[in-house]
């Protein structure tokens, strides 16, 4: 019975929370120094490289949530360039939407589930990845396209909240 006192004490006093944390930021500390060996480039370069190439001045950015299934048709007539978050880009895929772009912020293992058996795919071989720096290393590997990841500096930075 003490040991279960002390198991609930640990977790209502916060210790427990504070060393899964201090392990996270290792595992996070650790995905950063891995991609990072990969050489991908700034963000910056991307918005350089699409100022280049006619690139619509619409966006619209594309998250998965109960109502993407209703935007189908829309998404195929929009005359912009669409931005498919993580989880919307096996939806689109399979609804013949090509994104002109993904983003990928969340440091989950789990995403990889969104970048399963894409590599087989031609069609997202030219379509760049944006990522966080703590991205999971499994998720670049898979990617075939062009990858850029945000950085802290103002030029190269991704604003997101959340996992939007």
């Known amino acids: 019975m003490k040991d279960l006192r002390d198991r609930v004490s640990a977790i209502a006093t916060g210790e427990i929370n504070e060393r899964m944390r201090a392990v996270r930021h290792d595992e996070l500390v650790a995905t950063i120094i891995e991609n990072k060996k990969l050489g991908d480039s700034s963000l910056d370069v991307f918005f350089r490289e699409a100022k280049k190439t006619v690139w619509p001045d619409h966006w619209a950015v594309v998250a998965s949530g109960p109502t993407l299934s209703e935007q189908y048709e829309w998404l195929r007539m929009f005359g912009g360039s669409i931005v498919a978050v993580s989880a919307a880009l096996q939806p689109l895929l399979r609804n ?11 440091h989950a293992p789990e995403m990889v589930r969104y970048f399963d058996a894409l ?16 991205t999971t290393n499994e998720v670049l590997q898979m990617w075939h396209g062009p990858r850029f990841v945000t950085t802290l500096e103002p030029e190269g930075a991704l604003w997101a909240g959340g996992t939007v």
């Open 119 to 134: 590599g087989a795919l031609p069609s997202v071989h030219r379509v760049p990845l944006i990522y966080d720096p703590a």
């Open 96 to 106: 013949g939407i090509i994104p002109n772009a993904v983003v990928t912020i969340d």
